[in-house]
């Protein structure tokens, strides 16, 4: 019996000396990433009277430094390409927990599939994985059921494979963040050969998912306690605007917070402002985002 606790109590002794070790993986994943943004927010880093959320709908078509130069007010997008609504709402949550709340929040709206499942929209796990030292992501990792209990007691249990790599994530050359989150592509890939699509006008309520309208929901319920302003805004696809979801959108909302592109400009029928069928190039965001802009103001002025 003796030598049977002696073992077990090495072995508890050489596990906790081994599991201490992978703390060395946890600490310095963070800063191997070229995305910092989340962190950020952890830190309470990002203050801003504006904030912009959404997939790269809102990362890569709306300029934040355009919005915070002609407004005058400090503007950040944390909109995160391939992400869903229900990352956008996690992002909301912690940018409250963790730092001044903003006067207004950009929603951008993935059009149709805000509240459908759709396999590039996801909660975006390889965003959290880099963070797990922190306890509030691990928590959120528990949640998610990507971490169990252990992971609270454990550094091994918080490791992620993605946690061993020595190598730096490297920034994207097509269309990296700026210094106000955004991510517009400036050149269009020769690959990339778009046609304008006039069939994009079906949808069904039926696919819909709850956990993506909590999430929706909760966004809306967390700027109306906090008394922030929440505007939602359609981005403009090289195609015919899907006016069924938009009507089925505007039964969760009040129209006059919404804002859609303008669909009689001829801009967003040329090619040439497109990087991809649902992403415009710097010069098309450009002109979408001052359509923001313009929708800001005239919101201010009726108050």
Not at 148 to 165: G, V
Request: glycine content about 4%; charged content about 25%.
């Amino acid at each position: 019996m003796k030598r049977f606790l002696k073992n077990s109590l090495l072995f508890l002794l050489v596990f906790f000396v081994v599991d201490k070790g992978f703390y060395y993986f946890l600490i310095k994943a963070p800063e191997r990433e070229y995305d910092t943004r989340l962190e950020q927010i952890l830190e309470g880093k990002i203050n801003k009277d504006i904030i912009i959320l959404g997939s790269s709908r809102g990362a890569d078509n709306i300029l934040a430094g355009q919005i915070e130069k002609v407004t005058g007010q400090s503007t950040y997008n944390l909109s995160y390409p391939g992400s869903d609504i229900t990352f956008h709402n996690f992002i909301f949550k912690s940018l409250l927990k963790f730092n001044k709340k903003p006067k207004m929040i950009i929603l951008a709206i993935d059009n149709p599939f805000e509240f459908r499942f759709e396999s590039t929209l996801v909660f975006r796990l390889d965003r959290l994985y880099p963070l797990s030292k922190y306890n509030y992501i691990n928590q959120e990792l528990i949640l998610q059921k990507q971490k169990n209990l252990l992971s609270k007691f454990f550094c091994l249990a918080r490791i992620n494979r993605s946690n061993f790599s020595f190598k730096n994530i490297p920034m994207s050359l097509q269309n990296p963040i700026d210094n106000w989150g955004s991510m517009p592509f400036e050149n269009k890939s020769k690959n990339i050969k778009i046609n304008y699509n006039y069939s994009n006008k079906e949808y069904d309520s039926g696919t819909e998912i709850n956990t993506k309208l909590e999430a929706f929901r909760a966004i809306q319920i967390g700027c109306k306690e906090k008394n922030i302003d929440l505007i939602y805004v359609f981005a403009p696809s090289f195609g015919e605007f899907n006016t069924a979801f938009y009507n089925r959108f505007l039964k969760e909302v009040q129209k006059k917070n919404v804002m859609v592109y303008d669909s009689l400009n001829p801009v967003y029928k040329d090619p040439a402002y497109f990087y991809d069928e649902s992403h415009l190039l710097e010069t098309g965001a450009k002109i979408y985002t001052d359509e923001i802009i313009t929708f800001i103001k005239n919101k201010n002025q009726t108050k």
